[in-house]
């Protein structure tokens, strides 16, 4: 047997067959070479999730109560047992035999930055029908919106044919890096319940001077949400209070007033900010913490998502120039 050098964390609520689906997945295109941990955020369908963990050998953690998938993938994180962690969400399709080792040998040559590989979109029953296939993303920053502000954007242009790519943000619901890297920068610390996990671990990871880059060589098909939305309790409220969290966190005060201002436009605006004060004190926390390892101010971020969005190559030389 194999001693894995990657730890899947799939975090989940109520996602019946396609649990199993994930888990048949890895372990037919990379055997027992990844450690599996199942994070069962208090399922309520009656779904038998213990024995899909016994018949895939995964680890397997069940939630009381629901924590959302930022909290369940911090704590997934901080359980794993191998250098190499990868954030996948439950529905997802592997397309290449021992795609993780790609991944592995990506992520040893550089550690201090954040992954996420090519996605393939597809339908329920995961059913590819020849959609754009997304090559991470760049963020939409600040708009008259507080709903299409802080938002990522995909990016639909194939950037290289192998190799790791620079890409301001990461998108596709599978996130790989070094364990202790994403630890180190806070992982999602300050967020709660659900949404706003790639904007904030993105810029945290580009402002604690690492990065985020595309994997090209692995495409991984995820199975996106329709109209149902995400199975977690009043995820509208939550995801609001995670972009105001992110910006105080990570921008200057001025920046973060203007959020504050565009989110008083939103009808969610007065369940979102009953959030935020009930959470103020985690939140100041997480920028106290962050302020200690940042090497760089929201401008630079801006400026390196501003060139990729005019479609220039971000290099090494760029980085450091």
């Not at 191998?82 to 592995?104: A, P, V």
């Not at 994997?215 to 509208?236: C, F, L, Q, S, T």
């Not at 605006?269 to 100041?284: D, P, T």
């Amino acid at each position: 047997m194999s001693i894995p050098r990657l730890t899947a964390v799939i975090c989940f609520a109520n996602e019946g067959e396609e649990v199993e689906n994930t888990c048949r997945g890895i372990r037919e295109t990379c055997g027992d070479e990844v450690d599996i941990l199942l994070i069962n955020d208090a399922s309520t369908d009656g779904v038998d999730y213990e024995s899909v963990a016994d018949r895939y050998t995964c680890r397997y953690l069940v939630n009381d109560e629901q924590i959302g998938p930022a909290h369940a993938r911090h704590k997934g994180a901080s359980w794993a047992r191998t250098d190499n962690i990868i954030f996948l969400d439950s529905h997802m399709r592997f397309y290449k035999e021992g795609w993780h080792r790609i991944i592995n040998e990506i992520v040893d040559d550089d550690p201090d930055a954040l992954y996420c590989t090519r996605s393939r979109p597809l339908k329920r029953g995961g059913v590819y029908d020849g959609g754009v296939v997304g090559h991470g993303a760049s963020m939409t920053m600040e708009t008259d919106s507080f709903l299409s502000s802080l938002q990522p954007k995909w990016n639909i242009k194939p950037l290289a044919e192998t190799g790791a790519s620079y890409i301001p943000c990461i998108l596709g619901g599978n996130y790989a890096s070094r364990r202790d890297y994403f630890l180190g920068i806070g992982g999602y610390r300050g967020l709660h319940r659900y949404g706003g996990e790639e904007a904030l671990v993105s810029i945290k990871s580009w402002l604690a001077g690492g990065g985020c880059k595309l994997i090209e060589d692995v495409e991984i098909g995820h199975i996106y949400r329709d109209e149902k939305g995400a199975p977690w309790n009043d995820n509208i409220k939550y995801y609001h209070f995670n972009k105001l969290s992110t910006a105080y966190t990570l921008f200057d005060t001025p920046l973060f007033e203007r959020y504050k201002a565009l989110l008083q436009r939103e009808g969610t605006a007065e369940a979102a900010m009953k959030v935020y004060e009930s959470r103020k004190n985690f939140v100041e926390r997480a920028r106290f913490l962050f302020e200690s390892i940042r090497k760089h101010d929201i401008a630079y971020f801006r400026e390196i998502n501003d060139a990729f969005i005019r479609g220039e190559r971000i290099t090494p030389e760029r980085l450091t120039s």
